[in-house]
């Protein structure tokens, strides 16, 4: 499918969210089939497998890391189930699968997408491999990267931007938090669980922001010139919504440029931790990616 180090995780991931978020005949087994629906339709798994890469370069067993991991992965699914909601980007395609609340209803996406962020910080709380101190602080961080100076912040901003023309620095500063804040989690949140020091610390950070961002102006360049069966969701629909994205604010050709000079800043940062080739070769892909 893509670079190695998705490929590494991938097994384990999705049998640990199968786990985590099993199927439950009860009253409201309506929320666990919509929650289900969404958690294990596939997807790249980027965040979990780079929160369990960071935590095995900084010494610790990745295998240790799956409850935060699968936690980081429950927030971002939900995320996208109401992102996709009418009220918000009103999208009716999800890797090509009808969007959650086309399936369940508006009401019942909405609270599996709750039911969904909950979970994740029980599952991350729960766990007993990692001293209780590194968890704290890994959920904590993640949490506030969740958040209103975070991807909710993010969020935010995005709305407030639709039908206006913004400036670089507004949307620099828009997806730092709506698409790089969850990245930031993944990367920064492997150290902290594993004890790292600071300077670990700030090369994940440094990773985390460069793929982020590169990650980010690709999206806004696959919505003018990917194709909407590989990408599994309807494109153009930036321009429909009046959104401004890389693409309008550069153009295409400086946007290959950006992201060229962006995976050469990821590569760099990956270069500091030693068997760091993964995370260069996973920067390298996410740069050339077509979904």
């Known amino acids: 499918m893509s670079a190695d180090l998705l490929t590494r995780y991938g097994d384990g991931i999705e049998a640990s969210l199968d786990r985590l978020f099993p199927m439950e005949a009860c009253r409201q087994s309506a929320i666990f089939s919509a929650c289900r629906y969404s958690l294990l339709d596939g997807g790249k798994r980027l965040r979990p497998a780079l929160l369990m890469e960071f935590y095995r370069l900084c010494g610790g067993n990745p295998v240790d890391a799956l409850p935060f991991a699968c936690g980081l992965e429950m927030i971002h699914t939900y995320s996208l189930i109401h992102d996709d909601l009418p009220c918000m980007d009103d999208d009716d395609y999800r890797r090509g699968r009808l969007s959650n609340h086309k399936v369940y209803g508006e009401a019942l996406a909405t609270l599996a997408g709750d039911a969904l962020l909950n979970r994740a ?6 766990q007993t491999a990692v001293p209780s101190e590194r968890a704290v602080a890994c959920a904590r961080y993640i949490a506030r990267c969740s958040g209103v100076y975070g991807m909710i912040g993010g ?3 995005d709305l407030a931007l639709e039908g206006k023309t913004a400036s670089e620095e507004e949307q620099l500063e828009m997806i730092a938090l709506k698409t790089g804040a969850l990245l930031r ?3 920064v949140g492997g150290c902290l669980l594993a004890g790292a020091d600071e300077t670990a610390v700030a090369r994940a950070e440094q990773y985390a922001q460069a793929v982020g961002l590169a990650f980010q102006i690709r999206d806004d360049l696959l919505d003018v010139i990917g194709d909407a069966k590989t990408l599994g969701k309807q494109t153009g629909s930036d321009a429909q919504k009046e959104k401004c994205t890389f693409v309008s604010l550069y153009g295409k050709e400086a946007c290959e440029k950006k992201i060229d ?12 931790f030693t068997d760091g080739q993964a995370l260069i070769e996973l920067a390298c892909w996410l740069a050339g990616r077509d979904h």
Do not use: I
């Not at 050469?264 to 990956?270: H, L, N, Y």
């Open 121 to 126: 910080f029980e599952v991350m709380l729960e």
């Open 155 to 157: 969020q935010v901003q």
């Open 185 to 187: 989690a993944a990367c």
């Open 261 to 272: 000079a962006l995976t050469r800043a990821a590569v760099e940062a990956a270069g500091h």
